[in-house]
């Protein structure tokens, strides 16, 4: 190989290939134009050199013609070197150090050149076929077949197509399972290797192929094997009765055994309302209930008998039409008319079977009334002949035996009794007010309470006013018994106390007014701060 120098870069290309390599030959002509060119050069040494190189080069190509290739580009590569060298006799010292270099490197290629032989065993060529002794190294992708034994492979070795073995077979053209598992990385499982399209597994563990044709498999469990049932299909498909169906179904009507068919024989079955139904064929035993729709006549009229004591013909019927018949009653009793002091015979049907006048006379001593307290009788007893007369004893009828206890009554409609009677939306004017006077309708307190505002709330008297709440200094709040029917009531408040205190009083807002309570404010007059009156006044009204 040359060195890197400057001037001989181009060097590099014309590394040595070897016999059979390519190239064109080294003819003597050219040889003797690098010696020619070497004479050129002003410096002697540098040309001296140039001339054994020449002539070496020469001689290595007289005797070995295969090498001309590589000895031509040698020799173009030095006559390129000694046109430099001339163009370069001005160059300073620092460049002939280099020059010397460079001369350096020629006669180390030129050493090189020398020591190839046709017949080195080191070679390798690029085309034929050679057998290459000792250890090579290959920088580059072989391409080709290679033959014969390898050593251990120290390098990852990139082989394409298939792998013949000649000699080794046990171990490379022929595997067991446990060989193959030993060089697989990324196997599934163990044992022996499963080959061919239809293999025989025992108890293998499928776990969930992507998908699956089971037409010949047998043996799959119904309740372990099967998932997505319903609860009772494993039963069912195990056990298919009718008990198991019917726990399968879960929209079913009725129980029992399950019924297949066109035409299945039913026993006492309950039909309920069908929505439709062909009976032609049905026998149906005697009517006894009733039945809806219209039916065709009778296949034979009829006529209906009347048993008993009623006179009836009965007309013809089949069933196409209504009919009306008129009956009498019989004569069960000949004697006819009116009877005095009758006797009479009535049979167990109420019918008077005999009547006959009785004798005629006697006489009645005595005919006696009594009445309630509440009634007077006179005229009583009768012992020959006469009036009873009864009226009542007083001028009203008593509640207790269904009057109104009154003489009088005004207005219309239901009697009321009762101490606490519930009377419903009734109007009550002024004039049933003994106190008042005029027309204007009274309106009734729905709510009043008087209470002690100071230390703990007290309440003296009220009226549906269940509890007064103490929120704070004169802040109250009324609840009521009975709620109110809305908001819009009216409140008067009044409050005071020893030593002339005098308050003012007012609802706190609006808001706070509801059904069942409302919550108010005691202020002294003239000072505007709250205060606990000991006297406190409340009403409402609605």
Not at 303 to 320: E, K, V
């Amino acid at each position: 190989m040359f060195c890197d120098f400057p001037k001989y870069k181009h060097l590099k290309q014309t590394i040595y290939r070897g016999p059979g390599g390519g190239g064109n030959a080294t003819t003597d002509s050219e040889i003797t134009e690098l010696t020619a060119l070497s004479l050129q050069a002003s410096n002697s040494a540098e040309q001296a050199g140039l001339e054994a190189d020449a002539a070496s080069l020469s001689a290595a190509a007289s005797s070995n013609s295969a090498f001309d290739s590589n000895l031509s580009a040698i020799a173009a590569a030095l006559s390129e070197s000694a046109a430099a060298i001339s163009a370069s006799n001005a160059l300073t010292s620092e460049g002939n150090a280099a020059l010397s270099e460079d001369a350096a490197a020629l006669s180390a290629a030129e050493a090189a050149a020398s020591a190839l032989s046709v017949n080195d065993s080191n070679l390798v060529h690029k085309t034929g076929d050679e057998t290459i002794g000792g250890i090579k190294t290959f920088s580059s992708t072989i391409v080709g077949s290679v033959n014969g034994n390898a050593a251990t492979v120290t390098t990852n070795a990139n082989l394409t197509g298939a792998i013949t073995s000649v000699g080794n077979a046990s171990s490379l053209g022929s595997f067991t399972s446990a060989q193959l598992l030993a060089a697989v990385t990324d196997e599934t499982g163990t044992g022996s290797n499963v080959f061919a399209t239809s293999p025989t597994l025992v108890t293998p563990i499928l776990g969930t192929p992507q998908s699956a044709t089971l037409t010949n498999a047998t043996g799959l469990p119904i309740s372990t094997g099967v998932s997505g049932l319903a609860t009772g299909a494993a039963t069912f498909l195990t056990t298919p009765t009718s008990a198991n169906l019917a726990a399968l179904v879960t929209n079913e009507t009725g129980t029992g055994s399950v019924v297949f068919a066109t035409s299945p024989t039913l026993v006492t079955p309950l039909l309920g309302t069908p929505t439709s139904g062909a009976l032609t064929n049905c026998t149906f035993p005697t009517l006894n209930q009733n039945t809806t729709g219209s039916a065709s006549t009778l296949t034979t009229g009829r006529t209906i008998a009347i048993t008993g004591d009623l006179a009836y013909t009965s007309p013809a019927f089949n069933g196409s039409a209504n009919i009306t018949a008129a009956g009498t009653l019989a004569t069960v009793n000949a004697n006819v008319g009116s009877f005095i002091n009758a006797s009479v015979t009535v049979n167990s049907k109420g019918l008077v079977t005999a009547a006959s006048s009785g004798a005629v006379g006697g006489s009645v001593t005595s005919v006696a009334a009594t009445v309630p307290a509440f009634l007077s009788i006179s005229g009583s007893p009768i012992t020959t002949s006469g009036t009873l007369a009864i009226s009542l004893s007083g001028t009203a009828l008593p509640v207790a035996n269904g009057g109104t206890g009154a003489t009088t009554s005004t207005g219309s409609g239901a009697v009321v009794l009762g101490t606490s009677p519930t009377l419903t939306t009734p109007t009550i004017n002024s004039a049933q007010f003994a106190t008042v006077s005029g027309t204007a309708p009274l309106y009734a307190c729905r709510a009043w309470v008087n209470f002690n505002g100071t230390g703990t709330v007290a309440i003296r008297a009220s009226g549906n006013v269940s509890s007064i709440t103490d929120n704070g200094t004169g802040d109250y709040t009324v609840n009521f018994t009975t709620a109110m029917p809305d908001v819009n009531y009216s409140v008067q408040l009044t409050g005071g106390g020893t030593g002339g205190l005098r308050c003012l009083a007012t609802v706190r807002s609006s808001d706070l007014l509801t059904t069942t309570q409302v919550r108010v404010y005691f202020f002294e007059e003239g000072l505007g701060v709250v205060v606990d009156p000991p006297y406190c006044s409340f009403s409402l009204f609605r």
